[in-house]
Every structure is written in C-alpha cells, then in structure tokens.
C-alpha cells in the first residue's frame, strides 16, 4: 500500500515561492488566468500494511512528528491500497 | 569555560566555532551527533552553523531526531546554556526548544554577506556586553532564514523580551533583509537560556576578516 503525503505552506502563511513562481507566470503572459500559486511538496511512502485506517493513524504520526512543520505546515494524506 | 560544539553530518562552522571560543581562552570539545551524553562540564552548547543532513525536509528537521538531542533537549530544560548559530538557531526551532519556524529568504537567493544587527535587548546572559540599540556587524549567510511566528506569539516574544537581534542598515534603522516577520535576526526564550541567531558571529573575530564585532559578542558570553 502506498500513503502521499502533500505538505504546503499554511494558508495565511505567506508562500515566497509561490509568490515568486506567480511573478513568472504573470510574466510569461498567464497573467489573466493564474489567480494565486502555493508550491508544496509531495512524498510518496510505500507501507508494510495491508490495514488503510492502521496506515493512515501512523502516517499522520509521521507528519506530526517529522514530514510537515506544523508551526507553518499544512498537510493531507491520502492512501492508495 | 568548557564549551561543547555539536557535529553533525553536514555541519560546517564546527572548526571556526571552536576557533572562536579557544580565541577566547575556553576549553572546546566538539561532540559527534551520535554521542549520547554532553559532557558533564559542559557551560555553554554551541550547535553550530552548516547543513545538518543535507537540510533535507527542512533546515533542522532530521538532526532534531538525532542520538544526542535528548540530552540536548535535557541539558536545555535544566537550564543550560544553548547557542544556536544558523543552522543551529533552525535546529532550536524544529526542536521546539525556541518557538516559530524558519521559512525560504523571501528573495528565494541565498544570502551571502556582512550585515548590521541592532542589540535589542540585552537583558540577558548572551547580550550582556553589548549596549540596547548598540549596532555591530556581523556576515550572514543563509538560504532559511525567512523567520516566522504568528501574531500572538510576536506579541509574547516583544512582551518577554525575547528579540535580541533585528536586521538594521549601519544607522541603526531596522531594514528588512529575508522577510522576517519584524526583521527579526535572533530571538531566546522565555527563560532566557537558549539563544538563537542566523548572523554568524564566529566568522566576525578577526579584523583581517573585515570586522571583528562577533568577538564583541561572544566575549559576553564568558560570563554566563
């Protein structure tokens, strides 16, 4: 089973490299039609488990603890069997 | 004073650290991440500037789970004192033993170069040699250094007196230089035991350097 994990900055959160990223796509005459960027990260976990509810409690542990900064990180978890 | 410098893979001011301490006539031993115990005598834990792991994750997140970093963590809550530099002062952060979190510089360039720092308090044992709004110069380099706390824990930081460096022009006026909220440049805890700072007061000792305003500081910590 497979568990990915997205992790961005939190909303409110300014995203300087969103920000930077939105400048260059204005730039690059997307201006009209990109409204904001978040850039976030993606990790992809391959699980010993063949239980998604046991999977997806110890995954969150991993985020609390190590994969998302929660001072300034938002993440999400989804697990794909 | 016995001075412990930690090591990790990565770490890169160990040396410059411990050069700047025996400078000062301290015993300095610098101690490998797998260690387990800091050494008893230990008066000041310096974790010192570089790239712990790589910086992978985040600046600090895997060198906050190494071997030594419950002693750190005990050493820490019986009162030590703890120098953070850079590296160091991210590692204090993901470790929740100073609060907020260090984001990208908000010009996404790494930051190479001597900048002005304003004392703002100096109420404390780190600080202690310097005057309130006294302005030194000492380099940075960083490419984290983006440091963020939300509203109410800036409030609780000024309440306290926990901001001990804001990023300034050579007049003493704040400027921003990463996108710090505040232009904030060092902070300690409530406690007032652990000091953490981007600025590079080890690489500022000698004037064939170009400025030897970091020995100001660090002098000041001979009397911890």
Redesign the interface.
Known sequence: MKAIVNVA?KQG??D??GK?THHALDTLGFKEIVKDVRIGKQIILELNSDNEKDAKTEVKNMCEK??A?T??EDYSIEIIG | MNVTVLQFPGTNCEYDTKYAFEKLACNVTILWHKEIKLPENTDLLVIPGGFSYGDYLRSGAIARFANIMDSVQEYAKNGGKVLGICNGFQILLEAGLLPGAMKRNASLNFISKYNHLKVINNDNCFLQKLNLGEVINIPVAHHDGNYYIDNDGLKQLEENNQILLKYCNKDGEIENLNGSVAQIAGICNKEKNIFGLMPHPERAIENLLGCDDGIKMLEGFLKL
Do not use: C, G, R, S
Request: aromatic residues 0%.
């Open positions: 900055l959160v300014l300087d490299q930077a190590l994969l900064n001072v300034i």
